[in-house]
């Protein structure tokens, strides 16, 4: 029996080139459908703006009316009145303030003023002399003043029993002022107690009156600032 197919023809021949055509066309229409846009066709309502040339409002041209300003009033008439000249004016004379050569200029008398200025311990000229460095040589005064001081409170100094009680102690400044006449004044104290300052204030001033402190031959001022010690043992 013979077979009724041509062997010549093979319908699996060219199937991939057939399904990769087909492939192609699907996924082309497939993003035409994606990419596919659609629109409202509503009708839509179109208005024109008509504008009329004829708002233009003409402005009627005004005339300014100058008025003429008012004319200026009569000037007085000047009365001229003779006077005769009979009286006789005396003329003042000006004397010149100018000096000459032949006139005597008299000495002026220059006084100087004493102005109180208080000149440190430390560079003052002459220092105050306490009683006893008189006979001392210039140049250990001031040293001599300094022991004569320091020996003065060592004398003199009592513990105050209140601030013994408290066990209060500590360093008193004292400043004072070694005036003019060789007394001693403006006493101030600082320290860490009242008791302790009120002692102190009361040893410098029992110090007694010195010859006081020179500065350019004249007496002057001189402050002077000591600290004292107080130590419970």
Same mark, same amino acid.
């Given at each position: 029996?013979?077979?009724?197919?041509?062997?010549?023809? /093979?319908?699996?021949?060219?199937?991939?080139?057939?399904?990769?055509? &087909?492939?192609?066309?699907?996924?082309?229409?497939?993003?035409?459908? =994606?990419?596919?846009?659609?629109?409202?066709?509503?009708?839509?309502?179109?208005?024109?703006?008509?504008?009329?040339?004829?708002?233009?409002?003409?402005?009627?041209?005004?005339? @300014?009316?100058?008025?003429?300003?008012?004319? !200026?009033? !009569?000037?007085? !008439? @000047?009365?001229?009145?003779?006077? %005769?000249?009979? %009286?006789? =004016?005396? %003329?003042?004379?000006?004397?010149?303030?100018?000096?000459?050569?032949?006139?005597?200029?008299? /000495?002026?008398? =220059?006084?100087? *003023?004493?102005?109180?200025?208080?000149?440190?311990?430390?560079?003052?000229? /002459?220092?105050?002399?306490?009683? &006893?460095? *008189?006979?001392?040589?210039?140049?250990?005064?001031?040293?001599?003043?300094? *022991?004569?001081?320091? #020996?003065?409170?060592?004398?003199?100094?009592?513990?105050?029993?209140?601030?013994?009680?408290?066990?209060?102690?500590?360093?008193?400044?004292?400043?004072?002022?070694?005036?003019?006449?060789?007394?001693?004044?403006?006493?101030?104290?600082?320290?860490?107690?009242?008791?302790?300052?009120? %002692?102190?204030?009361?040893?410098?001033?029992?110090?007694?009156?010195?010859?006081?402190?020179? @500065? #350019?031959?004249?007496?002057?001022?001189?402050?002077?600032?000591?600290?004292?010690?107080?130590?419970? @043992?």
């Amino acid at each position: 029996m013979e077979p009724k197919k041509n062997p010549k023809s /093979d319908l699996t021949k060219n199937s991939i080139l057939y399904f990769s055509i &087909g492939l192609c066309l699907v996924l082309f229409l497939s993003w035409q459908l =994606v990419e596919l846009k659609t629109y409202d066709k509503s009708p839509i309502d179109i208005d024109a703006l008509t504008i009329n040339e004829d708002d233009d409002e003409e402005v009627p041209l005004t005339e @300014q009316l100058k008025t003429p300003p008012p004319p !200026p009033p !009569p000037a007085a !008439p @000047q009365i001229i009145e003779i006077v %005769e000249d009979e %009286e006789e =004016v005396e %003329e003042t004379v000006i004397e010149s303030t100018e000096t000459t050569q032949e006139e005597v200029i008299e /000495d002026v008398e =220059v006084l100087e *003023e004493e102005v109180d200025v208080d000149v440190p311990f430390a560079i003052i000229e /002459d220092v105050p002399l306490f009683p &006893g460095c *008189e006979r001392v040589a210039k140049s250990e005064r001031r040293k001599c003043f300094q *022991e004569k001081v320091q #020996r003065h409170i060592n004398k003199n100094f009592r513990y105050p029993e209140i601030a013994q009680e408290m066990g209060v102690q500590g360093r008193v400044y004292v400043q004072f002022v070694i005036d003019k006449d060789g007394s001693i004044t403006s006493i101030r104290t600082r320290g860490p107690d009242k008791n302790l300052e009120k %002692e102190a204030h009361r040893i410098i001033s029992k110090l007694p009156t010195m010859t006081p402190g020179k @500065q #350019r031959g004249r007496a002057v001022r001189v402050p002077f600032s000591i600290p004292i010690t107080f130590r419970l @043992q």
